[in-house]
Structure formats: structure tokens, C-alpha cells
């Protein structure tokens, strides 16, 4: 298989497997789950995928990471929104 | 930065934010919160991941995807095996 067909299906999966998350915790308005130096650590480590995607040109690893960024950024705005309430 | 490095520090990220999700799993034995169908999707993907690295020879995303596979193969375990009680 072509490498960045395999790389995008990859990425798709990977994505798709975490929208389920994002939806409970906005719908749900609950945060308690939710550790926030993990998140943090992850949206580093995403951060640095991004990177490494970018140094290595290989498109896959910029859009999946970059797609992990977003969901795990507006995770982050969910816990600073619902922490308190 | 070395992209090898940066793979590296990225990988050690990404999968130390995984971890703290299986210790609760396995400490609470409650896997309520889990989506089956999601976890196999996530498994698909990130198995698709370690074969692009296998394809590309990049060291990183083989490692990084590998420990992801063997972690969340681990949560697929505990969902079978706590699911009924």
C-alpha cells in the first residue's frame, strides 16, 4: 500500500477514535475524568509529532497531530469552562 | 533538534499521558466509560501507525504506536474481562 494512503487511513482511525470524548464531555458539562497535567503532557507530546511531521515532510503525521491538537485544546477549554461549576 | 530525538521526546509524551487511564480501569474496575466500538477503531488506527512506521523506518513511530497498541490492547482485556461483573 502507498505510504500516505496507509498514513491517512491510520490517521483517520486515530482521530475518529477520539471525537467520542470531546462529545460526552460537552454534552455531559463533566470534567471530574479529566486530568489536567495529562492533558497537558499529551498536548505537548501531539505538539511534538507535529513538529517531527513537519521536519520529516510526511503530511500524515502534520494533519492527524495537528487534528489531536485541536481536540484535546478544546478538551482543555471544556475543563477550564466546567472546573469550577 | 535531531528528528530522531524529537520523535523520541514526542513518543515518551504521548504515551505517558495514556497510562493514568488504564491505572484507574484496572484499579476501579469499572469500564463504563469505555466505547468498545471506539477502542477497536483506535486499535485499527494505531496498528495501521506502526506498519507506516515499519514502511517509512522511523524508529519513533514504530516504538510510540507499539506501546499505544499494548496499552489500549490492555483497556480491550479489561473491558472484556470486567464488562459483566
Not at 520529516?56 to 484535546?72: G, H, R, T, Y
Request: aromatic share 10%; glycine share 4%; net charge neutral.
Amino acid at each position: 500500500m502507498d505510504e500516505n494512503i496507509l498514513g491517512i487511513i491510520a490517521g483517520v482511525l486515530t482521530s475518529i477514535s477520539m471525537i467520542p470524548q470531546l462529545i460526552k464531555v460537552i454534552r455531559e458539562k463533566n470534567v471530574e475524568d479529566i486530568s489536567l497535567v495529562m492533558l497537558l503532557v499529551l498536548i505537548s507530546g501531539l505538539s511534538l509529532w507535529v513538529w517531527y511531521g513537519f521536519k520529516k515532510d510526511e503530511l500524515p503525521i502534520i494533519l492527524s497531530n495537528a487534528f489531536a491538537v485541536l481536540v484535546n485544546i478544546s478538551l482543555l477549554i471544556c475543563y477550564m469552562f466546567y472546573r469550577k461549576s
